[in-house]
């Protein structure tokens, strides 16, 4: 997963995953990051029981300081 946070966002940065249903099948936690530079995340394909999701279309809000989660969010597709 690829975000960029702009030079006045830095901060604790969260990823939250939801399904189309509106589930929160897991959360990721990125620490804290600096504004101004492009990050990288992988996601396992895992719920937060670690089990393996079913296909279908995922969720990506991110929790970003001085952000509005809605302003942030990535559209995913589990294929198996």
């Known amino acids: 997963i690829r975000y960029d946070l702009p030079a006045a966002s830095g901060g604790e ?10 589930e929160l099948v897991k959360e990721i936690s990125e620490g ?20 393996m999701v079913a296909s279908g279309v995922y969720f990506a809000v991110f929790d970003v300081p001085g952000k509005k989660p809605k302003d942030h969010v990535v559209k995913m597709v589990v294929l198996k």
């Not at 804290?32 to 992988?42: E, L």
């Open 13 to 22: 940065v969260k990823i939250r995953i939801y399904s189309v249903a509106g």
């Open 32 to 51: 804290t990051r600096a504004g101004g530079y492009t990050y990288y995340t992988d996601w396992d394909g895992k719920n937060g029981q670690g089990s």
